[in-house]
Nanobody
Framework: QVQLVESGGGLVQAGGSLRLSCAAS????????MDWYRQAPGKQRELVAR???????IYADSVKGRFTISRDNAKNTVYMQMNSLKPEDTAVYYC???????WGQGTQVTVSS
């Protein structure tokens, strides 16, 4: 079993920044597609960002220009830098790996207006 552990969530003011981390228990980050999803109350889970094994990235239109996904292969960790946060970004954020279809437990991000 692969474990994905998210951290870095919290309460921030609109316009603020936050960096989420997702630490994998084995070395999969550098060779597999890694995703960040989010789910707000009463809404479906949505893909926010993705990074491929080759380093290509994609983003939801709602976060383009504000969020950046990256990885540190030596630490087996995926990051998401979130800038210019909006109240609409409030959600539980989940890390996901295509390898084995694993999910983290989620980390809460709350943006106040």
């Amino acid at each position: 079993q692969v474990q994905l552990v998210e951290s870095g969530g919290g309460l921030v003011q609109a316009g603020g920044s936050l960096r989420l981390s997702c630490a994998a228990s084995i070395s999969i980050v550098n060779t597999n597609v890694m995703d960040w999803y989010r789910q707000a109350p009463g809404k479906q889970r949505e893909l926010v960002a993705r990074i491929t094994s080759g380093g290509a990235t994609i983003y939801a239109d709602s976060v383009k220009g504000r969020f950046t996904i990256s990885r540190d292969n030596a630490k087996n960790t995926v990051y998401m830098q979130m800038n210019s946060l909006k109240p609409e970004d409030t959600a539980v954020y989940y890390c996901h790996s295509w390898y084995g279809d694993y999910w983290g437990q989620g980390t809460q991000v709350t943006v106040s207006s």
